[in-house]
């Protein structure tokens, strides 16, 4: 059974840091794309950030881009996501996605498995 599990998330003031981790289990780690997702109320599912089953490319929106960094270790089948900077627009809940054979690399539709999401507010 796959377990995706976010975690890291919480209040902090605008120009603040947060690290997200997200932990699978249940999967070959090693085989699967990862991504962040975030959704906030009233809006749409956005994908924020992805990494390549080895961690050699890396993708950002535009909106966090210079701000977060993404990042993987597969030898504890993590993912993490530091964010830096943060403002009240990054507030959101946050999601982590493996996907085994990803095309838009920041396409839901493109991720086999969810995590249940990790809340980020961010203070002004």
């Known amino acids: 059974q796959v377990q995706v599990v976010e975690s890291g998330g919480g209040l902090v003031q605008a120009g603040g840091s947060l690290r997200l981790s997200c932990t699978a289990s249940?999967?070959?780690?090693?085989?699967?794309?990862m991504a962040w997702f975030r959704q906030a109320p009233g809006k749409e599912r956005e994908g924020v950030s992805y990494?390549?089953?080895?961690?050699?490319?890396?993708v950002y929106a535009n909106s966090v881009k210079g701000r977060f960094t993404i990042s993987r270790d597969n030898a504890k089948n993590t993912m993490y996501l530091q964010m830096n900077s943060l403002k009240p627009e990054d507030t959101a809940m946050y999601y982590c996605?493996?996907?085994?054979?990803?095309?838009?690399?920041?396409?839901?539709?493109?991720?086999?498995?969810w995590g249940q999401g990790t809340q980020v507010t961010v203070s002004s």
């Open positions: 996605a493996a996907g085994r054979y990803v095309q838009g690399v920041l396409s839901s539709s493109s991720y086999n498995y």
């Open positions: 249940g999967l070959t780690f090693e085989y699967y794309a």
């Open positions: 990494i390549s089953r080895s961690g050699s490319t890396t």
